[in-house]
């Protein structure tokens, strides 16, 4: 079992939808987790962080945890072409201190 | 403030020759780490160090690859000798000593290496 798992996609939506990207995680003790967007040839840029159960909205984007179920979410609304990309889920373990990575999920937004 | 700097931005090596990265961290973050993406993978950790010491060295493929991070400030990856599966973008990343568990850390902008 992996320590992150994300559905690779590709994930399509029409502009203006929402988009949901879905990611589960195996330790159970790990404590943050982090949504990474990453551009085609470019490196990931952390665009939400968040350690406590339920949502955090920030403008278009809403992260959302249940930790009983080892499950982080991040909805995006209103999306645009611009969001297309790849959604990368992180965790930072409850030891080591240091984020683990899911493969992503690419997101595709049709104008 | 400057961003995690990286060097070279790509590079073409023939396989059995050596090759380093060099990475320069924001100013002031005393962690840093270096991670290595394959095509369509998440990062892996490859090496962590808090200031000049490599506390999380578990990951490295110490029979040909190693690290150094003099002054506990920039720091080189380097890969000797260098095979086709060594074929991947090299991240390097920095944050303030444990506050990467609240914010995460910024990546540079990588180093794009093709082994042929």
């Known amino acids: 079992q992996k320590e992150v798992e994300q559905n690779s996609g590709p994930l399509s939506v029409p502009e203006g939808a929402i988009a949901s990207l879905n990611c589960t995680y195996s330790?159970?003790?790990?404590?943050?987790f982090f949504w990474y967007r990453q551009y085609s040839g470019k490196s990931p840029e952390l665009i939400m962080f968040?350690?406590?159960?339920g949502d955090k909205e920030d403008g278009r984007f809403t992260a959302q945890l249940n930790k009983a179920s080892q499950y982080v979410s991040l909805l995006i609304r209103d999306s645009q072409p611009s969001d297309s990309a790849t959604y990368l889920c992180a965790v930072n373990k409850e030891y080591g201190n240091k984020l683990v990575f899911g493969a992503g999920t690419i997101l595709r937004v049709k104008s | 403030e400057a961003g995690v700097v990286q060097s070279p931005r790509y590079k073409i090596i023939e396989k059995k020759q050596p090759v380093a990265f060099w990475c320069n961290p924001i100013?002031?973050?005393?962690?840093l780490y270096w991670y290595r993406q394959n095509l369509g993978q998440g990062p892996e950790l490859l090496i962590r160090?808090?200031?000049?010491?490599?506390?999380?060295d578990s990951q490295l493929p110490k029979d040909r690859f190693s690290a150094e991070r003099l002054k506990g400030v920039d720091s080189t990856l380097k890969i000797q000798p260098a095979e086709l599966g060594d074929s991947a973008v090299y991240l390097c990343?920095?944050?303030?000593?444990?506050?990467?568990?609240?914010?995460?850390?910024?990546f540079g902008s990588g180093t794009r290496l093709t082994v042929v």
């Open positions: 990343a920095s944050s303030l000593e444990g506050r990467e568990g609240r914010y995460g850390y910024t």
């Open positions: 160090y808090e200031n000049e010491e490599a506390v999380d």
């Open positions: 330790d159970r003790g790990s404590q943050s």
């Open positions: 968040i350690y406590s159960n």
């Open positions: 100013s002031g973050h005393n962690t």
